[in-house]
């Protein structure tokens, strides 16, 4: 997940729990070694600052396995964003800053009819697939 705030980029780090650091730029980035399951460049565990040491995010982009049009997701099952996303929210609206614009990108075949969708699992803002944008209407 990348997520922007002013500037810099954000990127997500993982251990038991996904978090959000501060990293300045594509040289910083090309600099992580590959590790983990799948082999990813991430962060060092102790790496960087938090997104929550610069008044957190203004966006955050999440993945999916499938989106509705009512801009429903559901990801690979493990709830490493949708906590995070709550963390955030709760964190946002404690410190009186507004809660992060929450989209996705996905490809034709991600978009279906609905969902087998929890309580536990976050609404977007918006989600785009290929070239139509989908709102969410309360």
């Known amino acids: ?22 990293m300045e730029g594509m040289y910083e980035i090309s600099q992580l070694e590959p590790q983990g399951k799948y082999n990813i460049r991430e962060p060092p565990v102790k790496a960087g600052e938090s997104c929550f040491d610069h008044n957190g995010l203004d966006m955050i982009v999440l993945p999916g396995m499938g989106f509705t049009a009512n801009c429903e997701r559901i990801g690979h099952g493990k709830g490493f964003y949708d906590c995070f996303v709550t963390k955030h929210m709760a964190w946002s609206a404690k410190h009186g800053y507004p809660k992060p614009f929450l989209v996705a990108v996905g490809a034709e075949q991600q978009l ?25 209407v309360d």
Do not use: C, W, Y
């Open 112 to 136: 279906v009819t609905d969902l087998p969708v929890e309580k536990h699992d976050r609404v977007l803002d918006a989600v785009i697939i290929d070239d139509q944008l989908f709102r969410h």
């Open 1 to 22: 997940m990348v997520s922007v705030k002013g500037d810099s980029k954000v990127f997500d780090k993982q251990n038991k729990e996904l978090e959000m650091i501060r």
